[in-house]
Structures are given as C-alpha cells and as structure tokens.
C-alpha cells in the first residue's frame, strides 16, 4: 500500500492524564486527538489494545483480539448513564503522573461491574441492542475469551495449564458445564468488551473526521497464558499438559551475552499453513477494524525466527528455523487486499528478510537514535534512507531523545553535533527536526521528546520483567506553542494533514 507523506506522535492511551490513575477513552482522548489536528499531524501511533496480562505488558495480552478494558473512561460511562454518578463518589487519590496498575485495575474493575449491574437493570433498548449486535458480530473470539477469563477468575488468575485436566483441555462436557457454572461472569466479561469498542470506535471516528489515522501495533508471537492458546492448542507446539516444548526469543548479541528469552510458545506453522493462514487472518482483520496502520513487530520471524527448547533458562541454546516467509503474506494479502503494514525490521536484519519486506512493499523502520555510533554509512544516517521507510527519533522500547544524549558516550555526542550542526543544547528538537526533513514517508517520535523529557519518562525497559508501561504525559502540556512549534515543522517539510493544508503559512519559532 502506498502511504502519503505524512507525520506523527507515538502516545499509548494508558498515558493520557486524567483523574481516574490511567489514560482512558474519554474526553482527554479527544482533546489529544484535537492537538494532533492542530499540529498539523495525520498519524497517531499506539501500542497493542489488547487486556494486558503478566507485567503489565501490552505485549503480553490474555487475548490476540479482546480490547483492555482498563481504557474504558468513567466519565463516558457517566455521559451515557452507564453509571451514577455516585459510583465515582470515592475515587481513590492516583498518581498523575505514573499509573500504579494494582490499585488502578481493582478500582475500574469494581467500577466496570457497577456499570454491568445498571446495563442490565435501567440500559435502554438501543443500548441493549448494540450490545447484543456486538456479542453476534464477535462471536468467533469472544465466546472463548469471555469464558476463559471466567474460568481464569474462578481460579484465582492462575495460568490455564494449571486448570483441573478437562477445563484445561477444553472437554466439552466441562466447557458446557463451566458456561452454566459462570454464566454471569462470561457475561461480565463480554459487556466490558463491549464498552470498549463502542468507546474505542467513537474516539477513532472522530480521529477520522479530523484527517488523523491511526497506527495500531501486531506483537509477532501471543502470550502462552492466553485465551487464543487456550482455545487453538493445535496451533502451537505444546505438550500434553499445554506447556510449550518451544518458546520464542533471540540469540545472545552485543548487549545480551544470554540473548533474551521471551517464552512465548511457537506457532506450528505447517498447521497455519494447512488451515490457510485462517487464524492469522482473523487477527489482522480483527486488528484492522481497530486501527488503520499496522505496525507488525519482530518482522524477522516471519523470514526466520530463534527456537529456544521450553526447558531452558535463558536463550543461548536454540537454533534458526525458517518463518512462513512470502506464502503467509501472499495469504493475507489475497484474504485483505492491500496490506497497510510497517515492518518492524530492527536487529539483525538478513537478506532473506529484506527480500521479504521489499517483496511486498513494505516500509521498514529508522530509527535516528541507532545512527551515530557507526560512521558516514550507518544506514539509520537519514542521507542513506529510501523513501518507503517510517523514521522514527526513538520508539517505547528506547531512550528518550534526550535521555540517550545523557547516556551514549561522548564519541557518540560528537557525530551527532556534527552531522546535524548542533550543540547539543536542544537534542530532543534536533532529532525531531532531522527526522521530518528526511525523505522517509512518515516521521514519527514519541511524546516525550516533544516535552523534551529524560529517560524518568522511558515507556519501557526490555528484559525487565516489572516497572514499565508507567509514564503518564503531565497535564497542561498541550499548549498553543507546543502545537504552532509542531505545525511548523509539518508545514516545512511537506508532512501537514490534509485538512490542515488550506491554513495561512505560520511564523518560524
């Protein structure tokens, strides 16, 4: 697919400000949604939606297709009388600044069934009929979610493979048995969701009619400890107790003498392949009904990926083995037509990767921050990019711009002074502004390098297991200046949203 010049901001909604400890849906939503219009922006990038599991994670989601009802906005609810407003009355005193998950995700939830208990006594007929819409349209995942995180409650959020032998084999006396046995949970569970995407598609609406798209995020491989496991064991190599033999990871490099193991089960791909890819392409339909970009993570392994033996303790021992490569992609392309995918094509990147991405089309992924320790060819140097890639100054699994200055070696410092004729003063606008004037169709840098913050603002940590995901964008941030600085740059480089065009010319900074 052929993408138009364009920019944005990375920005996940769980850092949205707002009263209720975590970014949500709602009103703060929109007004972000305002700032990007008036910047001049066209692309808003977030990262995965799904309800997050072990660590926080978005990464590391319960579902491949269910949305977080975390991000469900009270204050919505209120507007659409889903809730009273005295259900609201004893808010607890959150953070502003960081989102402390424990005591956040006991509060919504408790708020989440309040609002479940008056749908079901005082929603109206339109509202019980969208709800009953949903649940028809969605039905090929959210039966099998709904009753997984029922049953998964029912045991005290222990793993599926630790459920008694016939729920966690899914024997079909046990599952009719559990849908009886936890009737009003399942549905619990399927009226979160579908609060979710009703507050999910409002908000998207609404970026639409302000000419913002939005760029969605694919993690390559799913949590084990996930309904889509759970309810597809066939798909992915396990043992007779639904415990990987196979995990995911990458080899020991540069930075990881151990190499990094991640642990999420493999895909059997010669069962995908037998069943044409019909699993894979629900999920990128389902994703592309949320989103309208895709960035799909750890593009390599789908050319080749590391096998680690699920016994192991860290990723030293595995071994190369080939991905589904072009027939997965022909798959989806013939099921979805074009396919509005980035490739993110970071690491050690072989040539029969590149010839994957260049074999259809695909933009891959630039990152500025990469560019200065490798001399005149470095690749991440803007002077060597195509223009089918996406630039980025940093990504969540990065420094922040101003951050990395701080950390990197003075060596380092000096290249980039030089390359871009700057002091160093102003790193964070240095980088955003090398990133715009590139050729690169899009242009993208996190939030926090606009604030010009350091890495206390660092959205995550690879290899720590807890302590991410936190950072919350501080309130009264999105000013006026903030956003002519901004529209500048998209007005200069020819990035500006298309409804933003017809604007008079603004002053320089």
């Given at each position: 697919?052929?993408?138009?010049?364009?920019?944005?901001?990375?920005?996940?909604?769980?850092?949205?400000?707002?009263?209720?400890?975590?970014g949500d849906l709602g009103r703060q939503a929109h007004l972000w949604i305002d700032?990007?219009?008036?910047?001049?922006?066209?692309l808003w990038q977030v990262l995965p939606l799904g309800p997050t599991g072990y660590?926080?994670?978005?990464?590391?989601?319960?579902?491949?297709?269910?949305?977080?009802?975390?991000?469900?906005?009270?204050?919505?609810?209120?507007?659409?009388?889903?809730?009273?407003?005295?259900?609201?009355?004893?808010?607890?005193?959150?953070?502003?600044?960081?989102?402390?998950?424990?005591?956040?995700?006991?509060?919504?939830?408790?708020?989440?069934?309040?609002?479940?208990?008056?749908?079901?006594?005082?929603?109206?007929?339109?509202?019980?009929?969208?709800?009953?819409?949903?649940?028809?349209?969605?039905?090929?995942?959210?039966?099998?979610?709904?009753?997984?995180?029922?049953?998964?409650?029912?045991?005290?959020?222990?793993?599926?493979?630790?459920?008694?032998?016939?729920?966690?084999?899914?024997?079909?006396?046990?599952?009719?048995?559990?849908?009886?046995?936890?009737?009003?949970?399942?549905?619990?569970?399927?009226?979160?969701?579908?609060?979710?995407?009703?507050?999910?598609?409002?908000?998207?609406?609404?970026?639409?009619?302000?000419?913002?798209?939005?760029?969605?995020?694919?993690?390559?491989?799913?949590?084990?400890?996930?309904?889509?496991?759970?309810?597809?064991?066939?798909?992915?190599?396990?043992?007779?107790?639904?415990?990987?033999?196979?995990?995911?990871?990458?080899?020991?490099?540069?930075?990881?003498?151990?190499?990094?193991?991640?642990?999420?089960?493999?895909?059997?791909?010669?069962?995908?392949?037998?069943?044409?890819?019909?699993?894979?392409?629900?999920?990128?339909?389902?994703?592309?009904?949320?989103?309208?970009?895709?960035?799909?993570?750890?593009?390599?392994?789908?050319?080749?990926?590391?096998?680690?033996?699920?016994?192991?303790?860290?990723?030293?021992?595995?071994?190369?083995v080939p991905g589904p490569g072009k027939d997965f992609l022909r798959a989806l392309?013939?099921?979805?037509?074009?396919?509005?995918?980035?490739?993110?094509?970071?690491?050690?990147?072989?040539?029969?990767?590149?010839?994957?991405?260049?074999?259809?089309?695909?933009?891959?992924?630039?990152?500025?921050?990469?560019?200065?320790?490798?001399?005149?060819?470095?690749?991440?140097?803007?002077?060597?990019?195509?223009?089918?890639?996406?630039?980025?100054?940093?990504?969540?699994?990065?420094?922040?711009?101003?951050?990395?200055?701080?950390?990197?070696?003075?060596?380092?410092?000096?290249?980039?002074?030089?390359?871009?004729?700057?002091?160093?003063?102003?790193?964070?606008?240095?980088?955003?502004?090398?990133?715009?004037?590139?050729?690169?169709?899009?242009?993208?840098?996190?939030?926090?390098?606009?604030?010009?913050?350091?890495?206390?603002?660092?959205?995550?940590?690879?290899?720590?297991?807890?302590?991410?995901?936190?950072?919350?964008?501080?309130?009264?941030?999105?000013?006026?200046?903030?956003?002519?600085?901004?529209?500048?740059?998209?007005?200069?480089?020819?990035?500006?949203?298309?409804?933003?065009?017809?604007?008079?010319?603004?002053?320089?900074?």
């Amino acid at each position: 697919m052929k993408f138009e010049r364009s920019s944005g901001i990375l920005l996940h909604p769980t850092s949205l400000p707002g009263q209720y400890g975590i970014g949500d849906l709602g009103r703060q939503a929109h007004l972000w949604i305002d700032f990007l219009a008036e910047a001049g922006c066209s692309l808003w990038q977030v990262l995965p939606l799904g309800p997050t599991g072990y660590g926080d994670s978005p990464y590391q989601c319960f579902s491949a297709f269910a949305g977080n009802p975390y991000l469900i906005s009270p204050e919505t609810l209120l507007v659409e009388d889903l809730l009273h407003p005295d259900d609201l009355v004893e808010l607890p005193k959150f953070s502003r600044e960081r989102v402390d998950f424990g005591p956040v995700i006991s509060w919504k939830l408790n708020v989440l069934d309040r609002s479940f208990l008056r749908f079901q006594h005082l929603a109206s007929a339109k509202m019980r009929q969208a709800y009953l819409s949903f649940q028809s349209q969605n039905k090929g995942w959210l039966d099998d979610f709904a009753l997984f995180m029922a049953i998964k409650e029912a045991h005290g959020g222990n793993p599926w493979p630790t459920w008694e032998a016939p729920l966690r084999d899914r024997q079909p006396q046990a599952l009719a048995e559990a849908r009886q046995k936890f009737e009003f949970a399942i549905q619990r569970q399927v009226y979160r969701q579908f609060l979710f995407f009703h507050q999910w598609q409002t908000l998207r609406d609404y970026a639409h009619e302000n000419g913002i798209q939005i760029i969605g995020d694919i993690p390559i491989f799913v949590a084990h400890d996930s309904a889509d496991v759970w309810a597809n064991p066939g798909l992915f190599y396990l043992d007779r107790q639904g415990k990987p033999t196979v995990v995911a990871g990458v080899p020991p490099d540069y930075f990881s003498p151990t190499g990094q193991l991640w642990g999420n089960p493999l895909y059997r791909w010669d069962v995908h392949q037998s069943a044409g890819y019909q699993w894979w392409i629900e999920r990128m339909r389902a994703v592309l009904n949320l989103v309208d970009i895709v960035r799909l993570d750890h593009f390599r392994g789908f050319a080749g990926y590391w096998e680690v033996p699920g016994s192991a303790k860290t990723a030293e021992k595995g071994r190369w083995v080939p991905g589904p490569g072009k027939d997965f992609l022909r798959a989806l392309k013939s099921s979805l037509g074009e396919l509005p995918i980035i490739a993110e094509d970071l690491g050690v990147i072989t040539p029969d990767v590149v010839d994957l991405r260049d074999s259809f089309d695909l933009p891959g992924m630039k990152i500025l921050q990469f560019a200065f320790a490798g001399g005149p060819k470095d690749p991440f140097l803007p002077h060597h990019y195509p223009v089918n890639c996406v630039v980025y100054t940093g990504t969540h699994d990065n420094d922040t711009a101003r951050g990395w200055y701080e950390r990197v070696e003075e060596e380092e410092k000096s290249v980039y002074r030089r390359y871009l004729a700057r002091d160093g003063s102003n790193v964070a606008w240095d980088l955003i502004r090398a990133s715009w004037a590139s050729v690169a169709v899009f242009s993208l840098a996190p939030m926090q390098d606009f604030l010009n913050l350091g890495n206390e603002a660092r959205m995550n940590y690879p290899g720590n297991p807890s302590g991410n995901w936190t950072w919350r964008m501080p309130e009264g941030v999105l000013t006026n200046a903030l956003s002519k600085r901004i529209f500048d740059l998209n007005y200069l480089y020819s990035r500006l949203n298309s409804i933003k065009v017809e604007q008079i010319e603004p002053e320089g900074e």
